[in-house]
T-cell receptor, first 111, second 110 residues
C-alpha cells in the first residue's frame, strides 16, 4: 500500500507489555522510526532501526523489523502510566527520500 | 527539550488571513522539515529545506510557502486561510537522518 498503517488504539494494563505494530510501504526504506507524542507536546524520537537489522533493544523498548513483510513493531516492557501517549511509526522512504508517518497508535494504560 | 524552537505556540486567526510560523533548528542542523498534524489527515510532510535550498516537497498546498534563511531558521507562510487549515504545525531539524521535532504551533482558523 501507499500508507504507513497502524492500529489507532491500544489498551494495556500497567505492568504488562505493550506491542504496537506498523506496516510500512517501501521494502527499500533505510531507516524506520518510532516517535512518541505526549498530550500537548511535540514528537519525540524514541528509537529507530536501520534496515539491515532485525532487532534493536534499548532499555524497556524492543523494536522488531520484518523486511519481507514490511512489518515493524515496538514492544514496551513493564508499561507505566507515563507511557500513555500516541506512538507514530515512520519510514525514510528510499524511492523519494521522504519521511512518511503513520496516523499514530494511542496507548491507554489501565490501572 | 529537542533544541528546536517554534513560535508562536498558539495562533488564532480568521479565514482569508495570512500567517507566518517560525522555526529555529538545533544548532548545527542544516535540514528543516515542516509537517501538518490534523485530526483527519494525521501527520503529513509538507516541505524540506537543506542549507537554504528546497530539498523535497510533500503535500503542501499552493497557498502555503516556506523558506530557509542564511542563519538556517525557517518560516512557513500560510495564506488565504481556510477553516480546514486549523492544525498543529511541526518543524523538525536534522543533520543526517534523525529528525528532532519542535513543540509545534497550534493554528486555529475561525
Amino acid at each position: 500500500g501507499e500508507d504507513v498503517e497502524q492500529s489507532l488504539f491500544l489498551s494495556v494494563r500497567e505492568g504488562d507489555s505493550s506491542v504496537i505494530n506498523c506496516t510500512y510501504t517501501d521494502s527499500s526504506s533505510t531507516y524506520l522510526y518510532w516517535y512518541k507524542q505526549e498530550p500537548g507536546a511535540g514528537l519525540q524520537l524514541l528509537t529507530y532501526i536501520f534496515s539491515n537489522m532485525d532487532m534493536k533493544q534499548d532499555q524497556r523498548l524492543t523494536v522488531l523489523l520484518n523486511k519481507k513483510d514490511k512489518h515493524l513493531s515496538l514492544r514496551i516492557a513493564d508499561t507505566q502510566t507515563g507511557d500513555s501517549a500516541i506512538y507514530f511509526c515512520a519510514e525514510n522512504r528510499n524511492r523519494d527520500d521522504k519521511i512518511i508517518f503513520g496516523k499514530g497508535t494511542r496507548l491507554h494504560i489501565l490501572p | 527539550d529537542s533544541g528546536v524552537t517554534q513560535t508562536p505556540k498558539h495562533l488564532i486567526t480568521a479565514t482569508g488571513q495570512r500567517v507566518t510560523l517560525r522555526c529555529s533548528p538545533r544548532s548545527g542542523d542544516l535540514s528543516v522539515y515542516w509537517y501538518q498534524q490534523s485530526l483527519d489527515q494525521g501527520l503529513q510532510f509538507l516541505i524540506q529545506y537543506y542549507n537554504g535550498e528546497e530539498r523535497a516537497k510533500g503535500n503542501i498546498l499552493e497557498r502555503f510557502s516556506a523558506q530557509q534563511f542564511p542563519d538556517l531558521h525557517s518560516e512557513l507562510n500560510l495564506s488565504s486561510l481556510e477553516l480546514g487549515d486549523s492544525a498543529l504545525y511541526f518543524c523538525a531539524s536534522s543533520l543526517q537522518d534523525e529528525q528532532f521535532f519542535g513543540p509545534g504551533t497550534r493554528l486555529t482558523v475561525l
